[in-house]
């Protein structure tokens, strides 16, 4: 790894084709609060790293952007389990970018939380009422 700011930003790759053809390509995980702005800096690591792994998209033409936020606990863990303060209320968010992979086991620990009393594998150290609400 050649740029420093891939790791200053977070920046990972994803590319995924449309139907339509084109490519999205994606992403940085850039701590920037509610600002949903794009970076030109983030902008330029993806579009470097793009192109260093798949070196035949060099002379595409970059249309648009778009940034989003990425729900994070402060300790970088989910959140999975019931709330303490709202009985019956389950959760499981702040999976950071990796909601979509985590999401089957995400889902599966809930599942068996709710309906047998206790998930197959100790979610403790995700639990929602680790934080001061």
Known sequence: M???NVLKLGSSLSIEQT???TLV???TREFSGFDKENTLEGIEVMLKRAVEFFPA???LNFIRAFAGLRPF???GLPLIGEVDKIKGFYIAAGHEGDGIA???ISGKLLAELITDGKPSY???HFSPNRFEL
């Open 2 to 4: 050649k740029d420093k």
């Open 19 to 21: 139907k339509e053809g």
């Open 25 to 27: 390509i994606g992403g």
């Open 57 to 59: 998209i060099k002379d």
């Open 73 to 75: 606990t402060p300790d």
């Open 102 to 104: 985590l999401a089957p």
């Open 122 to 124: 100790n979610i403790d």
